[in-house]
C-alpha cells in the first residue's frame, strides 16, 4: 500500500487548498478512505472519511461546512477541499486506510495558514 498526499502550501486565512492523495498497491475503489491531519505539539485528529463508492461522508465538527472530501475511483486518488482556512487549520495533513486490518498512512503534505 502506497499513499502519496499533494497539494499543501503556504495560503492566507480565508484562502482555499486542495488535497490530493495518489494511491496505489490495493484495489482503491473497494476502502473507505480519510483524511487526519496533526498540528505541532497535538495529537493527530481525524478530520473526514468518505465510503468506497461515496455515498458517505463524515465530518469532524471543526471542519464541517469547510472542508470537503471526495474521490476518484478510476484514478485511484481521494481529495480534500478545504475553504475558508484558519490559522489554526495549519498542520501536516495525511490520508489513511486500513487494508486488511493494516493502517496506512502516507507521509504528509503540510499546511500553513498564515499571513
Known amino acids: 500500500v502506497q499513499l502519496v498526499e499533494s497539494g499543501g502550501g503556504l495560503v492566507q486565512p480565508g484562502g482555499s487548498l486542495k488535497l490530493s492523495c495518489a494511491a496505489s498497491g490495493f484495489t482503491f475503489s473497494s476502502y473507505p478512505m480519510a483524511w487526519y491531519r496533526q498540528a505541532p505539539g497535538k495529537e493527530r485528529e481525524w478530520l473526514a472519511d468518505?465510503?468506497?463508492?461515496?455515498?458517505?461522508?463524515n465530518y469532524a465538527n471543526d471542519v464541517k461546512g469547510r472542508f470537503t472530501i471526495s474521490r476518484d475511483n478510476a484514478k485511484n486518488t481521494v481529495y480534500l477541499q478545504m475553504n475558508s482556512l484558519r490559522p489554526q487549520d495549519t498542520a501536516v495533513y495525511y490520508c489513511y486506510v486500513v487494508v486488511l486490518g493494516r493502517r496506512n498512512w502516507g507521509q504528509g503534505t503540510q499546511v500553513t495558514v498564515s499571513s
Open positions: 468518505i465510503s468506497s463508492g461515496s455515498s458517505i461522508t
